[in-house]
């Protein structure tokens, strides 16, 4: 079992930076892909940004050039940097972790992020 513990989540001003972490318990972390994904109120969840294991990184259009996904896996830890932030990024943000068979097995619990002057 793992659990994933999210921080890092605030209110910024358009244009600032923020940076999430997702710390994951046991010695399992590297085994899997970690995922950032957002939900705004009365919006579906969407994932907008991946690495693999390999190091491998996708993200959505909508943070591409602006979002950074990594890991650190010495530290069982995952981040999201994020840049350039506008008010349409607001939105819960979770990490979660996903399978070699391509299920995402765990969640953490959300962290909020707030963009507005």
């Known amino acids: 079992q793992v659990q994933l513990v999210e921080s890092g989540g605030g209110l910024v001003q358009p244009g600032g930076s923020l940076r999430l972490s997702c710390a994951a318990s046991g010695s399992a972390f590297s085994i899997y892909a970690l995922g950032w994904y957002r939900q705004a109120p009365g919006k579906q969840r969407d994932l907008v940004a991946f690495?693999?294991?390999?190091?491998?990184?996708t993200y959505s259009d909508s943070v591409k050039g602006r979002f950074t996904i990594s890991r650190d896996n010495a530290k069982n830890t995952g981040y999201l940097q994020m840049n350039s932030l506008k008010p349409e990024d607001t939105a819960v943000y979770s990490c979660?972790?996903?399978?070699?068979?391509?299920?995402?097995?765990?969640w953490g619990q959300g962290t909020q992020v707030t963009v507005s002057s």
């Open positions: 690495i693999a294991r390999s190091g491998t990184t």
């Open positions: 979660a972790l996903r399978s070699v068979g391509g299920s995402w097995n765990y």
